[in-house]
């Protein structure tokens, strides 16, 4: 069985913010939110100095805290590559999961759901890659089967160095960034 | 950890989109014959079968145009879904999209939401700049204006009337110009943008980079940036290649005040003191001289006047040049050799927006003769040579001829311009010299914001009897009009066909996905009916757009059906790299390469590569580059530069509302100890006061490490002060209001503008 996740290629990112203005359209993501973002993280004293660029979202964990907390259910995994999903008709806009994710990847929809993203499930399903990954003019985004050894995204991950963000809170992330 | 804008914006706002849609109720159905319909799965709203999916099918329409939100003409593909406009994505068979567009490209689609938009004709009510303005028919407007431009014509003469325009959208209106009898077509791109790039070129090799660029970024093997910021600068293709360069290994060399994007992905980060940038292309030049290292047969085969450059060029040395520019002399070294390593696929990039110090051709013709030190032009990984496809244009009638010729430049005295030059037209307008200017035209450019000295461009204003703008938003510039006309967006129309300069032949179409919200319509429609109000009407034939197009496509023989259904048809690869390049870069390649294989062909006045300039020399010029240093920062100031932001074009794109939430204002940069000795903080407001006294609206201090600490630097298009630009107005400040001073080239007009200081000043 599937394991979606994704590996960004920070070398090649330039932080164009495509990945949220593709989202937002393909999406409907209502105006003030968005479900991708970027950081940017500065180190070292002018003009001795590096820059990781990072396209943020959901990283759909292993072990995701806002499904567990979840009082309703409707914070779950779906069997479709393990994507952590929401039932917006079964979400009560408690807010205990946009509490608990420690990458601040959830909001409330003015529509009284918790929303985030869904890897572009809809699109994944019909062999395209998410609007995220599609878009970005640097090719920097990579989407696919983490289970799977054959898989673009196993092979990147095998033959170059990588970290997760906030590895430290324990969740398993699936979202791994190139270096 | 520094968490960028984007990410402190991520939660801001609270009125939902859908919610607002409904509200300004923008409905404009799909207008096109349906073209690649499918029925796909609902988007929005739910998030699988197991989330409640709602089962219901979409129907989508997809239809094929290229994108107006900047002037790079990508190929795109848009999205209607039930009879509404969902997205625009790259379209794949497009050489410069490639499939993908860039992030304005991606939020084009808030250009027809956009509720600023001009929805009718106004004409002025008030006083110029007052921005009181009375609704009226189309006919009521170009009534007005054709019976202003016929009282010019009778006092003044045709040529009273200029146009300043940007983009492919100002085709027809040039056209209508012409037929009107008037030479005074102008556009910023040159003379406050690419013109000192293309004149330095073109007195070098004969022929500039053109747009897009000639660059050849995805084979090149080190590629030099000076001041070009790929990757905030958003020139899709240049972007999308320019990643490739990177994730393939390429060196990548960066010379910039500040630690740009490009900056954090290069090997070499080269801080340059502002304005230098030419003391270091003479001192990189010297060294491949003395150490030896530049191409020996292209330059006997293709050079001319090599000894007299040679011995100009020799007292650079990168010891002279260390004090200039603050660049240690092995640093220089080290990058030349650099270069030297992987030539002839060593790519120093021509940059674009190049009017900084007014010394800007000559520093471009310096770039153009170091590219032909490493035997990079006409060489793969360097620059190719531009294909296209031959596409006749449509007969028209012969336009008058002016007695008087063009305004902008009398006596030539700025010899080697080969556009016109919008400050010439605004000095004319001013002194009424050589011939009075009485009537401007303004399509889709912000005046305010593009020319330098905004007081100039408004008393030029007060000496006209006509000013029109026709633009999408209403712009600054707009709101000093007599008469404002509301044009479509670039999804609601059809324009010129895109016949491209580039690596492969193609052509795009442009066609309306949906319609007009309101009563805007398209530049060919208005330029066709202002015509016929002229009485020009028999300059247009044809009676409608497509007729128009399709003569054009068919007369090549083409298929206008096809290029619909499209967007783009290509024409078979043809060379673009000199014959020559098989030989020096990949033996045995010859024959099998079909992008090799031109005759090398320099159209200077020596049929080579000047690198003495005989032309230069007699009109009077340094027929080789010399450095003059630019004025020193004085104490306590600080040199304001502007560049590009990713999400956002000129100007123009601040309302859009996917844009806007992506970058709603600017912010200055300015050196994070700089701001501590100031007590500064990041993310106070402060005001730019600048050497004439002029105050900038309030800003946020952005405190970082990444620029050096005699320089400021912002994103240029924002602190906008129109009225209707509700979503954007006070929203950051203008770069261009505190460009007050400018250095005009000797050599081609365009106007340095990096030469203007400021303070900060704290906002109580």
Redesign the interface.
């Known amino acids: 069985m599937a394991r979606f996740g994704m590996a960004i290629?920070t070398?090649?990112c330039?932080?164009?913010?495509?990945c949220?203005?593709?989202c937002?359209?393909?999406?409907?993501?209502?105006?003030?939110?968005?479900r991708d973002?970027?950081?940017?993280?500065?180190r070292?004293?002018?003009?001795t100095?590096?820059?990781e660029?990072r396209s943020e979202r959901c990283n759909h964990c292993d072990d995701a805290p806002c499904v567990s907390c979840c009082p309703t259910g409707a914070s779950?995994v779906?069997?479709?590559g393990q994507?952590v999903?929401?039932?917006?008709?079964?979400c009560i806009g408690c807010k205990a999961c946009v509490a608990s994710c420690p990458y601040?990847a959830r909001?409330i929809?003015?529509?009284g759901y918790a929303d985030k993203c869904?890897f572009c499930?809809?699109?994944v399903?019909?062999g395209q890659d998410p609007a995220c990954v599609?878009?970005?003019?640097?090719?920097?985004m990579h989407f696919g089967d983490l289970d799977d050894p054959n898989s673009e995204i196993s092979a990147l991950l095998a033959s170059r160095a990588h970290h997760a963000v906030l590895p430290e809170a324990g969740t398993r992330p699936r979202i791994f960034y190139l270096t | 950890?520094?968490?960028?804008a984007?990410?402190d914006s991520?939660?801001?706002?609270?009125?939902?989109?859908?919610?607002?849609l409904s509200l300004v109720g923008l409905g404009g159905g799909a207008v096109a014959a349906s073209r690649l319909a499918r029925p796909?799965?609902?988007?929005?709203?739910?998030?699988?079968p197991?989330?409640?999916a709602s089962g219901s099918e979409d129907r989508v329409e997809q239809i094929p145009t290229f994108c107006d939100i900047c002037f790079w003409k990508c190929g795109a593909i848009a999205s209607v879904r039930n009879g509404r406009l969902?997205?625009?994505?790259?379209n794949p068979d497009d050489p410069l999209s490639r499939g993908?567009?860039?992030?304005r490209g991606?939020?084009g689609?808030g250009a027809h939401f956009d509720p600023d938009r001009l929805r009718r004709p106004l004409i002025r009510r008030r006083n110029r700049g007052e921005d009181e303005w009375v609704e009226v028919t189309w006919d009521e407007a170009l009534t007005y204006i054709a019976d202003r431009m016929k009282a010019i014509r009778v006092e003044h003469g045709p040529e009273a009337m200029a146009l300043f325009s940007h983009g492919i959208g100002g085709t027809f209106l040039k056209h209508t110009m012409k037929a009107f009898g008037t030479p005074n077509l102008s556009a910023p791109s040159f003379a406050q943008c690419r013109g000192p790039r293309d004149v330095g070129f073109n007195l070098t090799f004969g022929e500039d980079v053109g747009s897009p660029e000639r660059t050849d970024i995805r084979n090149t093997r080190c590629l030099v940036l000076l001041g070009s910021h790929?990757?905030?600068n958003?020139h899709?293709t240049q972007?999308?290649e320019?990643?490739?360069a990177?994730?393939s290994g390429a060196t990548v060399i960066v010379v910039d005040p500040r630690?740009s994007?490009?900056?954090?992905?290069a090997k070499h980060?080269l801080?340059i003191r502002p304005g230098t940038d030419l003391a270091l292309l003479l001192a990189w030049m010297q060294v491949l001289l003395s150490e030896d290292l530049y191409d020996h047969a292209y330059v006997e085969q293709y050079g001319f006047g090599f000894e007299a450059f040679a011995q100009s060029i020799a007292r650079y040395t990168p010891e002279w040049a260390y004090p200039e520019t603050g660049l240690e002399p092995e640093l220089i070294r080290e990058t030349a050799r650099e270069m030297a390593r992987h030539r002839p696929a060593t790519l120093v990039h021509p940059g674009r927006h190049v009017t900084w110090y007014g010394d800007d051709a000559q520093r471009s013709r310096a770039v153009a003769l170091l590219n032909a030190l490493l035997g990079s032009w006409g060489r793969k990984g360097g620059f190719f040579q531009p294909a296209h496809l031959s596409i006749p244009a449509y007969p028209y009638p012969e336009y008058p001829h002016s007695e008087r010729g063009k305004v902008d430049n009398p006596g030539r005295k700025y010899p080697f311009a080969t556009e016109t030059i919008t400050n010439g037209i605004r000095e004319a307008t001013l002194t009424g010299q050589p011939y009075p200017v009485k009537g401007w035209f303004v399509y889709a450019t912000n005046l305010l914001q593009a020319l330098p000295n905004q007081e100039e461009t408004l008393r030029a204003i007060q000496n006209l009897d006509l000013l029109v703008v026709v633009d999408v938003v209403p712009s600054e510039i707009a709101g000093w009009a007599d008469v404002v006309l509301p044009e479509s967006v670039y999804l609601e129309r059809h324009d010129d066909l895109n016949v491209e300069w580039f690596r492969e032949p193609f052509v795009a179409l442009r066609q309306p996905v949906v319609k007009a919200p309101d009563d805007q319509k398209p530049n060919w429609w208005i330029a066709r009916e202002l015509a016929r109000k002229l009485d020009l009407a028999q300059y247009y034939p044809w009676t409608d757009i497509e007729e128009y197009l399709r003569a054009r496509i068919e007369k090549a023989g083409l298929s206008y059906d096809e290029l619909q259904a499209k967007g783009i048809l290509r024409g078979a690869p043809q060379p673009v790299y000199f014959a020559d390049t098989g030989r020096s870069v990949e033996p045995g390649a010859v024959g099998s390469d079909p992008l090799v294989g031109l005759e090398a062909n320099f159209p200077t006045p020596s049929g080579k590569i000047e690198f003495y300039s005989t032309q230069l020399a007699a009109a009077g010029f340094d027929p080789v580059p010399t450095y003059r240093a630019p004025e020193p920062v004085p104490n306590g100031w600080f040199r304001i530069l502007f560049g590009r932001s990713?999400?956002h074009s000129f100007s123009r794109t601040q309302t859009n509302?996917?844009?806007h939430?992506?970058?709603p204002e600017n912010v200055v940069w300015v050196?994070?100890?700089v701001a501590a000795r100031l007590g500064l903080q990041g993310g106070q407001k402060v005001r730019l006061r600048n050497q004439d006294g002029v105050v900038s609206d309030p800003i946020a201090v952005r405190a970082?490490?990444?620029?050096?600490?005699d320089c400021v630097y912002l994103v240029h298009g924002f602190g906008h002060t129109a009225k209707g630009l509700r979503r954007a107005r006070g929203k950051g400040a203008s770069d261009a209001g505190l460009l007050t001073r400018y250095v005009v080239d000797p050599l081609m007009g365009g106007t340095g503008m990096n030469v203007n200081f400021v303070t900060i000043e704290p906002e109580a």
């Not at chain 2, 969902?86 to 790259?90: L, S, T």
């Open positions: 290629d070398r090649r330039v932080g164009c913010m495509d949220v203005a593709a937002k359209t393909e999406n409907d993501v209502p105006e003030g939110f968005n973002w970027i950081t940017q993280e500065l070292g004293r002018f003009p100095l590096s820059l660029i779950h779906h069997p479709f994507v999903l929401v039932d917006h008709e079964a601040g909001f929809h003015p529509e869904t499930i809809h699109r399903r019909e599609a878009v970005c003019p640097t090719h920097c | 950890m520094t968490r960028s984007t990410q991520k939660r801001s706002g609270s009125l939902s989109r859908r919610r607002f796909v799965h609902s988007a929005g709203g739910a998030d699988g197991a989330a409640g969902w997205k625009v994505e790259g993908r567009l860039c992030p991606t939020g689609v790929l990757g905030e958003m899709n972007v999308q320019f990643a490739q990177v994730g630690f994007i490009a900056a954090s992905k980060y801080p990713p999400v509302p996917i844009l939430e992506l970058m050196n994070g100890d970082t490490q990444a620029i050096r600490g």
